[in-house]
Nanobody
Framework: QVQLVESGGGLVQPGGSLRLSCTAS????????IGWFRQAPGKEREGLSC????????YYADSVKGRFTISRDNAKNTVYLQMSSLKPEDTAVYYC?????????????????????????WGQGTQVTVSS
């Protein structure tokens, strides 16, 4: 059974940090692009970061560039999202998704688009709340 499970969410104060994990079971992540997304109440799902399957090249949305770092550990079948300098507007449910994306545009736009990812390869999400 193919499954992605996010973990690491929680409540954090503004300026704080969290590390989210996305662990796969039922398939290996090695050659898949993995994306991190978030969705706040009343807003569309937003692409934050993704990492290329072949060589681990990362891509970031402007909203998180310089604050978030994506990485992968193929041995653990896990992709991480290290988040720092968190702001209240980062509050959302965070999701990861996986798909085989053979060609990623130079700006990573297709890798960051939720529509790129097969509906069967999404996690259930983890809540991140940034509040004092």
């Amino acid at each position: 059974q193919v499954q992605l499970v996010e973990s690491g969410g929680g409540l954090v104060q503004p300026g704080g940090s969290l590390r989210l994990s996305c662990t796969a079971s039922g398939f290996t992540l090695d050659y898949y692009a993995i994306g991190w997304f978030r969705q706040a109440p009343g807003k569309e799902r937003e692409g934050l970061s993704c990492i290329r399957g072949s060589d681990g090249v990362p891509y970031y949305a402007d909203s998180v560039k310089g604050r978030f770092t994506i990485s992968r550990d193929n041995a653990k079948n896990t992709v991480y999202l290290q988040m720092s300098s968190l702001k209240p507007e980062d509050t959302a449910v965070y999701y990861c998704a996986a798909d085989y994306v053979p060609l990623i545009t130079p700006d990573g736009s297709n890798c960051l688009a939720p529509s790129t990812y097969d509906v069967d390869y999404w996690g259930q999400g983890t809540q991140v709340t940034v509040s004092s």
